[in-house]
């Protein structure tokens, strides 16, 4: 059964940390560029960052650029995001996605990814 798995979210105050993790059955994360997303109440869901298949290639959007980590280990078929300094407004859902990527950019900086697979979002709160 494919599937993608978000874990590492919860709690924490301003300026703490999370490392979220997305890890995948069924499927091969090495063939696909993987992106983080996030989706905060009313309001649309976000790119934030992306990673080529290969790890050498990562991009942000510059609300989290310099605190936030994008990495991938595919021999263990898990996508990391490592979340630094972390303010309310990181408050959101956030998802994964396995897809493809043609190079293009959005205007913020983040990858244009068709979208294959989606995992089913973990929660992270930042209040103190």
């Known amino acids: 059964q494919l599937q993608l798995v978000e874990s590492g979210g919860g709690s924490v105050q301003p300026g703490g940390s999370l490392r979220l993790s997305c890890a995948a059955s069924?499927?091969?994360?090495?063939?696909?560029?993987m992106g983080w997303f996030r989706q905060a109440p009313g309001k649309e869901r976000e790119g934030i960052s992306c990673i080529s298949s290969s790890g050498r290639t990562t991009k942000y959007v510059d609300s989290v650029k310099g605190r936030f980590t994008i990495s991938r280990d595919n021999a263990k078929n898990t996508v990391y995001l490592q979340m630094n300094s972390l303010k309310p407004e990181d408050t959101a859902v956030y998802f994964c996605l396995a897809g493809g990527w043609s190079g293009r950019t959005t205007d913020q900086g983040m990858c244009v990814m068709t979208e294959h697979y989606w995992g089913q979002g973990t929660q992270v709160t930042v209040s103190s």
């Open positions: 069924g499927v091969t994360l090495a063939y696909y560029e």
